[in-house]
């Protein structure tokens, strides 16, 4: 079991880069496939993007990829989610998660531990 804290998240304008950070105790980081998900209001949570254990296989989901790069430290076990060319529809709050198991997952019932969240708000 690991614990998960986010952070990083904030306001930016359409366009704009931002980059939140998802910092983990607990466990050996590096024995858990990480991801990122996403839930607007009134939405249900989404996958975003996952990362396998060292960072050598990594998925997207389409409505962000060539935008979103997920990248992970094991060494300060921490994953990263750098989001550019920001758009509105983007604006969510991120969880990121681990997964024990593998292989990556889009599903949320793959993963067994969450974070609380960072909000994201992208203006127009």
């Known amino acids: 079991q690991v614990q998960l804290v986010e952070s990083g998240g904030g306001l930016v304008q359409a366009g704009g880069s931002l980059r939140i950070s998802c910092a983990a105790s607990?466990?050996?980081?590096?024995?858990?496939?990480m991801g990122w998900f996403r839930q607007a209001p009134g939405n249900e949570r989404e996958f975003v993007a996952a990362v396998s254990w060292l960072g050598g296989s990594k998925y997207y989901a389409e409505s962000v990829k060539g935008r979103f790069t997920i990248s992970r430290d094991n060494a300060k076990s921490t994953v990263y989610l750098q989001m550019s060319s920001l758009k509105p529809e983007d604006t969510a709050v991120y969880y990121c998660?681990?997964?024990?198991?593998?292989?990556?997952?889009?599903?949320?019932?793959?993963?067994?531990?969450w974070g609380q969240g960072t909000q994201v708000t992208v203006s127009s």
């Open positions: 607990g466990d050996i980081f590096n024995h858990y496939v």
């Open positions: 998660a681990a997964d024990p198991r593998g292989p990556m997952s889009t599903k949320m019932s793959a993963y067994d531990d």
